[in-house]
């Protein structure tokens, strides 16, 4: 496989997107997901509406930046409700074999798992470089935590996964859209991941991780090779 850093990843991505926005049909209520590749896919929806190939189409978006992409590519955006969604498009931060998920370096994952654990399909898009052969093994796990009380919640996670830090980009730390922290945890890899996200979940102060098991159903994943479709 190239080496990704040697590697115009744009494209790849795009090429994803348009495979994966190739399952939507008219009057389909469809999950937008967050981030640099799923952007390409709101574009590309937004594309099929305008020239009138998509009709009926609803957007539920994941983040206030993925709201507003889809609003200003003419898609009709609606807040999450307990209506079912036909299909989600996101990206992801690591894609295991069984298609578990790490997602959330976006800062979206609480509002990302909301609005795709109601979608009948999880469709995920991703370049070459987001697939691992096993959770934990490249990107840190983001854990959205409350605000309140972020030392103590923070002092709590270092006792399960000792590796980690605060998310701060600068002189504050990085707070999501649902106003929360972000604690990036690294990950022992080989671990029982299910047991984890159990345990991370029944942490006093933990909103959600970016922990994504079971959900996805298919993955198209792009390379300089061409687009690989991967299914549970």
Known sequence: MPDPRTVDLEPLKKEAALRAVALIESGMRVGLGTGSTAKYAIEEIGRRVQNGELTGIVGVATS??????????????????????????????????????????GGALLREKLTEVQARRLIIIADHSKIVGQIGEKSPLPIEIARFGFLSTVERLRQIVPGGRLRQPGAQPYVTDNGNYIYDAQLAVGGDIAALERQLKGTLGVVETGLFLGMAERAFVASPDGVRELSR
């Open 64 to 105: 206030e930046a993925s709201d507003l992409l889809a609003r200003e590519v003419g898609i009709t955006v609606e807040p999450l409700d307990p209506r079912p969604l036909d299909i989600a498009i996101d990206g992801a931060d690591e894609i295991a074999p069984n298609l578990d998920l790490i997602k959330g370096l």
